[in-house]
């Protein structure tokens, strides 16, 4: 197996790697670096190896200008994020993924993050997998990667690996386009079952903090009960519990949305007696449509005019509406 050896530039706050091939010359160096970042100028920059705490670096202001020097543009030592081994997750021609398919695309995902690129599959199956970089229409980029599943031990091999970019801005991003909630889960996960009780806010902060990486969007929390079946009293258990966890809470009134089952509708107001309660839309629409039998006029024109209703701008239009729907639904919708 090949030792592949990555070297990692940092300029104006964004991190590149690039993988350093065994038969490269430096001026081969110098050109991968200038592919990555566009905007530097051959013969304007300057070439050093980076330590942490380096005190060259970290006086770096009086000595160099930012911008002509990598990897010292900030006076604090680099941080090395928990998502450093990723970038050694895809590595050579015949490398093994003993759990299948789930554990390539796993991989890959987290090392497209690392590295700092993004991909598109050409083919994506239980079988083989394929992937090009994103950029191989915009730049004719040739990275590549070809994965298939050994039928006898039910592995994961990778064929073949084209593992240079020939695009630019390979740059890993905090906020990339991979961090998809696939990897949001693999990490969350782990999270939870190491501390069941940690609250989402705290998650996304320790996946900024550890990872480097942000979370393009809100956590939330799910409580869920199972029950023997959907009734009052199990959901009266449940709304208990429920509010026993908003009183460790103090937070603003929370209103509730239900799809109004029976039990929910006569336990709420015992438990949340002062907490507004709706009714979803989409169920109210259902419900209606239930009353009438399948095949019926009425079981699609009388959830359209209730649509109608929900839908009016002002509260004439909403009056005419309601009249239209009581007036074709009769008992059944009153
Ligand atoms: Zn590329």
């Not at 940092?10 to 081969?28: C, Q, R």
């Not at 519990?241 to 809470?249: R, S």
């Not at 699609?300 to 639904?329: K, W």
Request: charged fraction near 25%; glycine fraction near 6%.
């Amino acid at each position: 197996m090949d030792t592949s050896y990555i070297v990692k530039f940092i300029y104006s706050g964004e991190a590149a790697t690039v993988p350093l091939l065994h038969n490269w010359s430096f001026v081969d160096l110098c050109n991968s670096i200038r592919s990555r970042f566009p905007d530097l100028i051959q013969g304007n920059f300057m070439l050093s190896e980076s330590v942490v705490s380096n005190t060259v670096c970290e006086d770096s202001s009086t000595m160099l200008e930012e911008n002509d020097y990598l990897g010292c543009y900030r006076a604090e030592a680099p941080k090395s994020y928990m998502t450093k081994g990723w970038e050694s997750y895809i590595h050579s021609e015949g490398q093994k993924f003993e759990g299948g398919v789930v554990e390539f695309r796993d991989k890959l995902r987290k090392y497209a993050i690392e590295i700092g690129f993004s991909y598109e599959f050409v083919r994506n199956d239980k079988v083989r997998v394929i992937a090009q970089c994103s950029k191989k229409h915009s730049q004719g980029c040739n990275w590549l990667v070809k994965a298939h599943l050994c039928r006898d031990n039910g592995f994961f091999m990778i064929k073949r690996l084209v593992n240079v970019h020939t695009c630019h801005g390979v740059i890993r991003l905090q906020k990339s386009k991979m961090m998809g909630s696939k990897v949001v889960k693999s990490i969350v996960l782990d999270k939870i079952r190491a501390n069941p009780n940690k609250k989402p806010i705290d998650i996304a902060d320790e996946i900024k903090s550890d990872y480097g990486l942000d979370v393009p969007y809100r956590l939330y929390p799910v409580a869920y009960a199972i029950v023997d079946s959907e009734n009052e009293s199990n959901w009266r258990f449940f709304l208990e519990v429920l509010a026993e966890e908003f009183t460790k809470h103090p937070m603003r009134r929370v209103t509730f949305i239900s799809d109004r089952h029976v039990g929910l509708v006569s336990a709420f107001p015992r438990v949340f007696p002062n907490n507004p309660h709706g009714f979803c839309f989409r169920h109210l629409m259902a419900n209606l449509s239930d009353k009438f039998p399948a095949g019926s006029y009425l079981k699609d024109q009388i959830p359209y005019l209730f649509m109608c209703c929900a839908y009016s701008r002002t509260p004439e239009m909403y009056e005419f509406n309601m009249e239209i729907l009581r007036s074709e639904g009769g008992d059944i919708v009153a």
